[in-house]
């Protein structure tokens, strides 16, 4: 079964960067789209970002464009959501998940239901 492992999550200072990787051991994540969410207590999980397979297409999530960069490197099976300009309202934990696709991806690709997979998280705090 595959299991995305998310990495790179720590406290951050408003206005600061921070990466988040999303890999997987065991199976090739070129055979998959990604997705990024994040989710703080009480609240609904929230989509991010998401990716296609090759990395031809990409959605994102009003709150986060032009500050958050998603990508992807096959040949290091890993996916990436590079984060700028980090504000307190970004703090949640975040989640990638996967789902079997060489498609396209769609809005509705920002929404959880539609992934098969999904990693533990990383905590992303961003707090003077």
């Known amino acids: 079964q595959l299991q995305p492992v998310e990495s790179g999550g720590g406290l951050v200072q408003p206005g600061g960067s921070l990466r988040l990787s999303c890999a997987a051991s065991g199976f090739s994540l070129g055979y998959y789209s990604i997705g990024w969410f994040r989710q703080v207590p009480g609240k609904e999980r929230e989509g991010v970002s998401c990716?296609?397979?090759?990395?031809?297409?990409?959605v994102y999530a009003d709150s986060v464009k032009g500050r958050f960069t998603i990508s992807r490197d096959n040949a290091k099976n890993t996916v990436y959501l590079q984060m700028n300009s980090l504000k307190p309202e970004d703090t949640a934990i975040y989640y990638c998940?996967?789902?079997?696709?060489?498609?396209?991806?769609?809005?509705?690709?920002?929404?959880?239901?539609?992934?098969?997979?999904w990693g533990q998280g990383t905590q992303v705090t961003v707090s003077s």
């Open positions: 990716i296609s397979s090759a990395g031809g297409s990409t």
């Open positions: 998940a996967a789902r079997r696709t060489m498609t396209a991806v769609q809005p509705r690709c920002l929404t959880s239901t539609w992934y098969d997979y």
